[in-house]
């Protein structure tokens, strides 16, 4: 039997009415109960447009923050600071009140979760959220009865106690706690009607996962109807994954080959429906359903019962392309977001049961996939083919740098510079808006951005900083400023995405050969600069970012991408140099995150990621290379960014101090300057003198003074400029303070 099963249709809504929702119900616009009016008819579009398309689809999904969120209320585990919980208020609080629990990336994704906590409370299941959802799909006439619920195993192994993930032992613990409570929230649930559970479990994808725990856990669940959904990754314990006493399997096989690997060669029980993460889930490119169709059909063949499947959420995805009206054709007909994921679904389950229509539909889209790749530029594959190891190397090894550019600086000990923007203000956005939309002319525009770089210019000459930025007053975001600059990328008008609770972004789309067809900040940058004689750093976003950032092209591996789009940082640093610019700073802060889930294939991503950037930042020896990283644990890859050959870098720190301080010790050869970020610019706090001076020291305890650079977390884009006054004032006076403890004798 064939059937479609979909899940993970973005909550945002047609008109972004999840985002208008619940920022009008927080700034108290509208109650209670007008939000989850508000909320029935977003779930009657998002639950119309499944039915429309598929047989199978869950409902439970609206979650009003995050459904991991959502299944710590469930099953109870409120940390205590929350309690008693009182609805809605409570949940709020849990997800971004001033003590909100811990929010992350989840998995290699832009979305961030809740973590929860684990604190040893009693546990109980309340099934409120849950069954609320039944009753709705039930009332909009959408006898759906399927559920979709984290699973167990994912939501321990995503949890953590006393700020740190659980240890194998306080996992099993955590777990036979969770049991009885999960097994309850189930059993409510069928009792209020649901006919199956699909359970999210994408922790099983990485590496080592306590595979007798994880049988355990659904052993124990066995009495109920369970689907259990897998993604981002293939499984490496699939023939006890495919064991396990439920009714279906989910297996993405679409982002790697391990699954269908292991799929032919120790098959897949009869009994079982095989849910086949087949249509691409996490990217937006058009599928060669013919293609998909034979895959399909081998599939088939070996099994029951199929459900073609995306291979992942289609959460991660903008909802339809169909308003994109201004993106070039050629593009737009290639592109599938996620309604065009589920037509595509339902057309290859029609080409598969012998429909005309679909027949007709799966070869248009083979067809375009025979046209090959979009927008070649034959001199920037050129240029990729001449691309000799040298390029990948700066002339001059950095110790032989660091005098040279020393010389040209003259910069104190500890010095102190920012990240690069300073605070975006509300005339500011207003200011961009009108400009793009044509109200307000490019001279114009220009002579205010350059007013803000000369203030702010003035004003980090007065605070004292030692390496001074232009602002980025220019930029709305670091990623999406270039991608309107290069060719290759697109950018849309309306993709938006959810990055976390009402919180949305637009990926631009890299579709043909990125080319710099001219200088993109150099105007900005040289103006800066010519207003003082303190050096202005060059900003430019790095290749690896730019990269992960995006959606990347099909017909071409990812490592080539990083290299063209390196080739047009690298003329960009050629023209600040050009100009007179001493130091230029590359951000790298998705460096981390684009790592594969599993450890193994690190190896090969880091070594292109540290190419794609070295690529970038081939400056002349005097040039003084700085990059910039965030959002990251650095915890093991030290020795990667190491590699990198920048000659100074910032990192966020605030939150990962201690740890990172043991790094070093563990990685003795780091030789280049580094600024812990002293300032947590996510948080209003304004640091103390005091407390970035004890930065400063645990620095000091693992590094020479040499190499230790002064600098907040991150961009200041997002701060008041009260506060940021305040900060930096802090910040200049700890350093002053550090250099003179180091330049005084003891007893002078
Ligand atoms: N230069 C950027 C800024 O200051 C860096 C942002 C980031 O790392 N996320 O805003
Ligand atoms: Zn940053």
Known sequence: ??????????????????????????????????????????????????????????????????????????????????????????????????????????????????????????????????????????????????????????????????GMPLEASSLETAAEALLPVYKGLLQALQQSGAKGFLLHEPAFVLEDPPVPLIGYLYHQLAEYPIYILTYYESVDFYPRFVELPVKGVGLDFVSSEGNKKAFFQYGFPEDKVLIAGIIDGRNIWCADLLQKAKEAETLAQRVGTLWLAPSAPLSLLPLTKAPETKMPRAVWERLSFAREKLEELRLLAGYLRGEEAAKAAAEASAALWLKGPLAIHPPTQARLQALREEDFQRPLPYAARAPLQQERLKLPLFPTTTIGSFPQTEDLRALRKAYREGKVSKEAYEAQIRAKIAEVIAYQEKLGLDVLVHGEFERSDMVEFFAEKLEGFAITEHGWVLSYGSRVYRTPIIYGDVWRPAPMTVAEITYAQSLTSKPVKGMLTGPVTLLNWSYAPPHKSREKVAYEIALAIQDEVRDLEAAGIRVIQIDEPAFREGAPLKRRDWPDYFRWAVRAFRLAARAQPTTQIHSHMCYSEFESILPYIWEMDFDVISIEASRSKGTLVQEFRRFPQWDRPIGLGVYDIHSPAIPSEESILKVIEAARAVLPDALIWVNPDCGLKTRRWEEVTSALTHMVSAAQKARASVTTPPNA
């Open 1 to 162: 039997m064939l059937q479609v099963l979909a899940y993970g249709l973005p909550r945002l809504g047609e008109k972004r009415q999840y985002k208008t929702l619940l920022e009008r119900y927080w700034n108290g616009k509208i109650s209670e109960s007008e939000l989850y009016t508000g909320m029935e008819a977003l779930e009657k579009e998002r639950l119309d447009t499944y039915k429309a398309y598929v047989d199978h689809y869950p409902c439970g999904e609206l979650s009003l923050y995050d459904p991991m969120l959502d299944l710590a209320v469930a099953v109870g585990l409120i940390p205590r600071r929350f309690q008693p919980y009182r609805g809605l208020t409570t949940y709020f609080q849990m997800s971004r009140g001033a003590q909100a629990l811990e929010m992350t990336k989840w998995f290699n994704t832009n979305y961030h979760y809740l973590v929860p906590e684990w604190e040893d409370q009693p546990l109980r299941s309340d099934p409120t959220f849950f069954q609320q959802a039944l009753a709705t799909a039930q009332k909009l006439g959408h006898p759906t009865a399927l559920l979709s619920l984290i699973g167990p195993y994912t939501f321990l192994a995503l949890s953590k106690k006393d």
